[in-house]
């Protein structure tokens, strides 16, 4: 199934922006504590990634640049450094729209990669984006020619959760129906509560 597909079937047609959270009904957001190391949040992240993902799962990685010059390519890292094979590059699909933010209209350039677990090195991913306040803390993403750090978002095709994870600060997952929205705020509720356990 395409990228685009998935989402008129799943997800209403939306596009994949950091507001969708918001605009969607089936949205749950665990919160991690401050802590300049982020070892609280790798934690989070560790316990996020093993309840969401199989290493057989399919996956949409969604990258959104967001280029100082309408149109001019950014060249995020995200998949030359979190590919395992080199030859996915040759299998990311490239799509430019405008997202209104704040009254105003923002130029995004959205890459799409289909792969599974086993083809990326996700939790290294998922830190790098915990990372993104932590200049000194790597893995970092780059953000050449771009106003803003790239925005990632992981789909899983089997799940068909979302999950955004937009900085230190937290983890947003989103679903495509109630049911699993139930679940996974009775699964990840005990989540929250380990991360501010752990911080005091």
């Not at 967001?66 to 990311?92: A, C, E, H, W």
């Not at 937009?166 to 991360?195: C, P, T």
Request: contains cysteine; neutral net charge.
């Amino acid at each position: 199934m395409k990228f685009q597909r998935f989402m008129d079937t799943y997800y209403d047609g939306h596009k994949l922006v950091p507001n969708f959270y918001h605009n969607w009904p089936y949205s749950l957001h665990i919160e991690s504590p401050y802590d300049p190391t982020n070892e609280v949040t790798y934690q989070l992240l560790q316990e996020v990634q093993s309840f969401l993902f199989k290493s057989e799962d399919e996956l949409f990685i969604v990258v959104n640049s967001y280029p100082i010059v309408k149109n001019k390519p950014t060249y995020p890292n995200v998949f030359k450094r979190y590919m395992k094979d080199s030859m996915g590059k040759y299998q990311l699909q490239l799509t430019n729209f405008e997202w209104l933010f704040d009254a105003e209209f923002v130029a995004v350039q959205q890459i799409v990669w289909s792969c599974n677990v086993s083809q990326i090195k996700l939790s290294h991913l998922l830190k790098s984006l915990a990372n993104e306040d932590f200049p000194k803390l790597r893995p970092q993403l780059k953000r050449n020619n771009s106003m803003y750090a790239p925005d990632v978002f992981i789909v899983n095709r089997r799940t068909k959760c979302i999950v955004h994870v937009y900085d230190d600060r937290g983890i947003e997952i989103m679903s495509a129906d109630k049911e699993k929205h139930h679940k996974d705020i009775m699964l990840f509720n005990s989540l929250s509560s380990m991360a501010l356990n752990t911080s005091t």
